[in-house]
């Protein structure tokens, strides 16, 4: 491809040589014609004011004339005479000769011929370059058809005219351009000629040689031709070739011409110029130098081909290297993981066998020992009994923390991810300690705000064995007072924070940090006084950060102590429906209807509810159903209880009534005329947002049972969802579960 | 068989509310017979609506499935099967023995 673009580039190069060269000659060329188409003209104009030849102005013309140019070999005019005046011009003629010696001049000519009698040409006037001029006779030239053609044609115009090359020189190339010379005033040429006011003949002797000076390049072919009208036509009048050996400069490769023509009023000159590029006239050099960057560059990708190969070769090589090393370690990582595995296992082994095998012996322990009792027993008998039970209760305490401790750090402890009633559970964590509450004159106290969700996700086993834990140390720790327990959301996120409260012993300030430390308890006394492992704090903590949230304790000295916690627990979206409502079971705690609030008053009788039930807002229920029959209904079902029951036929009574009122629940049937309830639902949900109001819970009624149906309430708002018809039971059960 | 009851058991605590309610079940047949001959399909549509809202409730799943039946007769427009929903519904209430339990 280089050594192509070189070759182009050097054809180019010859291409503009020749252009160049080409230049001088056509311009040389071009001048000469025209100069001697010029001083024809001129001669013949400075002879129409002059009745005859003047011979002094015309000699002094013409010298300078060829002393300026050397292709004009002579200028001869010839008048047109009639026989008469041929003396007469003879005579003039010697008279020239004699005044100008040195001038040579040809003696005459005899007379032509029929209708060119009238110029004479046996004594023209003449001035040529010099004495080696050979001019042969005129009249001899005149006689030929073409010469006489152009003579006519020159008489008949105004115009100068070549003639074919004479041949009258050595070389046979010689023209003359004829101009008629009228008698001044004489434009008319036929008319002049046929009133005789033609005067003469300038005929001027041209060498094309020489029309090119110096310009004739040795390389070049050249070609001159005269064109004009008539029967002469297209003259050549000079040829030349190049004058190189051929076969020094190589075979031809291309062929450059050029064609150039020079126009006069009835004539024209071409020139020819032709070159022909042989293989001798390239400049190889820089062709070489294609060829050798071409075959550089060639040689240069053959080498980066090569080295690409290699390259991609050896990166194979490592590739196939770095699977072997990484198939080598994936074996290591996989034996390394199956010995972690296996120690994992050994391990779960160990603590399972080890649960078994220290829990197996306490259970049969503990269980003996209840059976035992229920045995007719001494009093010191009774006594030793009690003992080794709580001995036995309190190893199993121990067991299970140091087991469920080990568990947690040797991370065999997997969470649950299951929905359940957080409530509940919490409600009947509290629930077990009633007892113990009631045994020391404490108030317990549980309190969960209405935006706790139902339905929660999460470790229902976990989350109780942490408040069991608390609660159980509040309650441990105060001997008078209360324990609250709290439970609420932690503003529109997911997470709970869960609280209990003493107004116990409390714990030092220099103390608060380590109450989360493994078999750590506030000081020996405490040990000895209290009990415990020092463990229920420790794994409580663990059990929290398992969940993902955080625990922490606030305590004064003599005053009481807070721990509380915070986990994030989702919303179970898969909804109970009404027989799983109706199945939650109240059990008997001391929950008051409409309450959620575990009065426990030291009366001994913890079935007792509270006494003075207050009437507040909490009781009032807003029942939103369009069927009266159902109002009815419902209201039946009501009947017994502490409730106040307002009623509205649609969504947006319903509404209207709700922002006027206080309600602590609101039954909302969801398919009602005008506004339905879920319509209602989000409408008060917005009112109770806009004016910072505590949710109220809202249960939705209808006849819908899917699951899409329940979530359709859920999104809108509801707190639960039960479905027609409605039983008594599960209606109760969902209000004493949503209203504080 | 012809003469026998229609045993339907009910809560004792809606004793005194059950025969209030079939009654008002007696004048929803004579109101969509009403509605029929002012050909207001709306109106039976309505009372079959309330029907199947309340029945089950009370205990008279019978009535709920009658009240969609009429629904569905209301909005197909089909005075031919409401008509012999009416009827059911009146033999239903002739022969229901309520036992409270």
């Known amino acids: 491809m280089l050594a192509f673009l070189a070759w182009q580039d050097a054809l180019d190069n010859e291409a503009k040589k020749f252009a160049y060269e080409s230049v001088l000659l056509k311009d040389t060329v071009g001048r000469s014609v025209t100069v001697s188409d010029d001083v024809t003209n001129n001669i013949a104009t400075l002879l129409e004011p002059m009745d005859g030849v003047d011979e002094e102005p015309f000699r002094v013309f013409v010298g300078s004339v060829l002393s300026r140019h050397a292709f004009i070999e002579s200028v001869s005019y010839y008048p047109l005479v009639v026989q ?50 050979n001019l042969a006779p005129m009249h001899d030239l005149f006689s030929e058809p073409r010469f006489r053609d152009v003579l006519r044609t020159a008489i008949e115009t105004n115009v100068a005219v070549p003639t074919p090359p004479t041949g009258m020189d050595v070389k046979g190339r010689d023209y003359f351009l004829l101009k008629t010379v009228f008698h001044q005033g004489g434009e008319d040429r036929m008319a002049d000629y046929q009133h005789r006011q033609v005067k003469g003949l300038i005929a001027v002797l041209i060498d094309p040689e020489r029309l090119f000076q110096s310009s004739l390049q040795g390389n070049l072919s050249v070609a001159l031709y005269s064109e004009s009208e008539g029967v002469s036509g297209r003259q050549q009048l000079f040829d030349k070739q190049p004058n190189s050996v051929l076969s020094q400069r190589g075979w031809a490769v291309a062929s450059l011409a050029e064609e150039i023509l020079t126009q006069f009023p009835h004539y024209s000159m071409k020139l020819v110029i032709g070159k022909q590029v042989h293989a001798g006239d390239i400049d190889k050099g820089l062709i070489m130098t294609a060829m050798v960057l071409g075959a550089g560059v060639s040689l240069l990708l053959f080498a980066l081909a090569r080295a690409k190969e290699h390259q991609a070769r050896e990166l194979r090589e490592r590739n196939v290297e770095i699977g072997r090393q990484v198939l080598r370690q994936t074996k290591e990582l996989a034996a390394a993981r199956d010995q972690a595995l296996d120690a994992s296992r050994v391990k779960s082994e160990f603590l399972a066998s080890m649960s078994h095998e220290i829990r197996t012996p306490l259970n049969a322990i503990i269980g003996m020992a209840e059976l035992l009792a229920e045995t007719r027993l001494t009093h010191d008998q009774r006594k030793y009994v009690d003992i080794f039970k709580k001995a036995g209760e309190a190893l199993q305490t121990l ?20 929905a359940f009633d957080v409530r509940e559970l919490v409600a009947e964590a509290v629930d077990l ?39 159980g140390n509040a309650t441990k720790f105060t001997d008078r007072g209360e324990v609250i327990v709290r439970v609420r959301r932690c503003g529109a996120t997911d997470r709970i924070l869960f609280s209990v409260c003493d107004t116990g012993i409390g714990i030092p300030s220099d103390k608060l940090e380590t109450v989360f430390a493994s078999f ?32 922490w304790a606030e305590s004064a000295l003599g005053e009481g102590t807070t721990i509380a916690f915070s986990i994030k627990l989702d919303i179970a979206r898969s909804f109970m429906g009404h027989e799983q409502l109706a199945q939650v079971a109240v059990r008997g705690r001391a929950v008051d209807l409409g309450l959620s609030q575990i009065a426990v008053v030291p009366s001994g009788d913890r079935e007792t509810p509270a006494g003075g039930r207050q009437a507040d807002k909490r009781a009032s229920i807003l029942l939103v159903e369009d069927n009266a029959d159902n109002r009815v209904l419902i209201k ?61 819970p809202i249960i939705a009624l209808t006849a819908h049972a899917l699951k899409e149906d329940v979530e359709k309430s859920v999104e809108a708002g509801c707190t639960a969802h039960l479905t027609k018809p409605i039983r008594k039971t599960a209606l109760l059960e969902a209000i004493q579960r949503y209203v504080m | 068989m012809p003469g026998d009851k229609i045993i339907v058991r009910a809560d004792p605590d809606l004793k005194d509310l059950i025969p209030g309610f079939l009654q008002n079940r007696r004048r929803d047949t004579e109101a969509i017979r009403d509605a029929m001959a002012r050909d207001d399909m709306e109106r039976v549509r309505f009372i079959g609506h309330m029907m199947k809202g309340s029945g089950g409730g009370y205990g008279f799943g019978a009535l709920s499935d009658f009240g969609t039946a009429l629904e569905a007769g209301a909005k197909d427009l089909d005075p031919q099967a409401i008509g012999r929903v009416v009827a059911l519904i009146e033999n239903y209430l002739d022969g229901i023995d309520v036992v409270y339990e």
């Open chain 1, 84 to 133: 008469p005046q041929v003396l007469s011009l003879n005579e003039s003629l010697d008279a020239l000769r004699t005044a100008s010696p040195d001038l040579p001049m040809d003696t005459g000519v005899p007379p032509l011929p029929n209708e060119l009698d009238r110029f004479d040409f046996s004594a023209p006037v003449e001035i040529s370059r010099g004495p080696d001029a």
């Open chain 1, 399 to 418: 067991v299970n923390d140091v087991l469920d401790l080990s568990k947690i750090e040797a991370h065999q402890l997997v969470l649950e991810h299951i």
């Open chain 1, 433 to 471: 300690y009633v007892l113990k509450a009631n045994e020391k004159g404490l108030q317990l106290v549980c309190r969960i705000d209405p935006d706790v969700p139902l339905l929660v996700n999460g470790d229902p086993a976990r989350l109780r064995q942490v408040i069991l834990n608390l609660v």
């Open chain 1, 520 to 551: 750590t308890q506030v000081d020996s006394s405490t040990t000895r006084r209290y009990g415990g492992t020092g463990l229920g704090l420790s794994i409580s903590k663990r059990l929290i950060e398992l969940m993902h949230g955080e625990i």
């Open chain 1, 636 to 696: 039946a079902f009501l009947k017994d209880g502490p409730f106040q029951v307002e009623e509205a036929e649609n969504g947006e009574t319903a509404v209207n009534k709700f922002q006027l009122g206080a309600y602590g629940l609101v039954l909302m049937d969801v398919q009602m005329p005008v506004m339905d309830g879920h319509a209602a639902t989000r409408a008060i949900r917005a009112w109770e947002t806009e004016h910072a109001r505590r949710p109220t």
